[in-house]
């Protein structure tokens, strides 16, 4: 019986459709198949079990006991496959009804995202919105492998011809120092004072954006001193205040690190930094764009 395990859906529904009508021509109209095609379908089923599933004589069409055996179980596979299709067609349809959003740190920034949620669900109320945090070793984000539809990032982003953005939010860079340290005493910091400082550097996957957190470009040239690498917000934090390095931080990200221990100082000398919601450029999809549009309104840009 080891052949039986090629039978097909297709061959299992036919002889559904014969057991069920016990007449070939009407379960041939029902199948949309012309009978000769339905007979000779059934008749090779048989071959391949090597057994009569229907008697066929003057008075009509019934099934043999090996077809009355496998009449509950073709119902149960052709059932069971029905389902299974089903649930792909909703996990499909669920799929294309998700917006993953990545971020590497919360944007915070005065409740710009449940903003941003709320104007979306409003004009999209059976989408489902999901978070993904990322850590800023991928500087997109999850955008540059495809685990997020739109993403939460700092300008430069590396391969930007690839993105289309909206900037979110302009701020100033403001240095983040251990509150002992001897330059924490001072209101506002030029940064050639701190250009010799032991800097905290983003991972090197970072590329442009670990060079404009560690300000290459109002360097003159002069290459930066890396005290630690960080890849997160408490590791930061941590380095801060163990006193491996100093680090540029923008504006609205100052309260997640100075948490005790730890201050922020103006800078004066290094330029503001950029905050984007972007996405890949050509995907056109609505869910995508009505983000955009719903960030954009929160934003005010």
């Not at 077809?67 to 792909?88: M, S």
């Not at 979306?120 to 492998?145: K, M």
């Not at 739109?150 to 983040?176: G, K, N, Q, S």
Request: glycine share 8%; proline share 6%; net charge neutral.
């Amino acid at each position: 019986m080891a052949m039986t395990t090629d039978v097909h859906l297709r061959d299992l529904r036919y002889f559904l459709a014969v057991a069920e009508d016990l007449h070939f021509t009407r379960a041939a109209e029902r199948l949309y198949v012309s009978q000769p095609a339905l007979s000779k379908q059934v008749r090779a089923l048989e071959r391949q079990l090597g057994v009569e599933l229907f008697r066929r004589d003057r008075h009509g069409v019934t099934l043999t006991a090996a077809g009355e055996a496998l009449l509950p179980h073709a119902r149960r596979v052709l059932a069971d496959w029905a389902e299974g299709a089903a649930a792909v067609a909703a996990a499909r349809s669920a799929q294309r009804s998700t917006l993953v959003v990545g971020m590497s740190t919360s944007p915070g920034r005065g409740g710009l995202l449940p903003a941003i949620r709320s104007r979306f669900t409003a004009a999209h109320p059976d989408a489902a919105l999901r978070v993904r945090q990322v850590s800023w070793e991928d500087p997109t984000a999850g955008l540059a492998d495809g685990d997020a539809d739109v993403a939460f990032v700092w300008l430069p982003l590396p391969d930007a011809d690839r993105y289309a953005w909206t900037v979110v939010a302009e701020e100033p860079r403001l240095i983040a120092l251990p509150e002992s340290h001897p330059l924490a005493s001072r209101p506002e910091l030029d940064f050639a004072d701190l250009a010799d400082e032991p800097f905290l550097a983003l991972p090197e996957s970072a590329g442009p954006l670990r060079a404009h957190w560690l300000a290459l470009d109002e360097r003159a040239g002069r290459p930066a001193r890396v005290g630690a690498e960080i890849a997160g917000t408490e590791e930061t934090y941590e380095a801060l205040v163990a006193g491996l390095g100093i680090c540029l931080v923008a504006e609205g990200n100052a309260p997640l690190i100075t948490l005790g221990g730890v201050v922020t100082r103006a800078v004066r000398g290094v330029s503001p930094s950029r905050y984007v919601l972007a996405w890949r450029k050509g995907d056109r999809r609505p869910l995508v764009r009505a983000y955009a549009e719903a960030c954009r309104s929160v934003a005010g840009v």
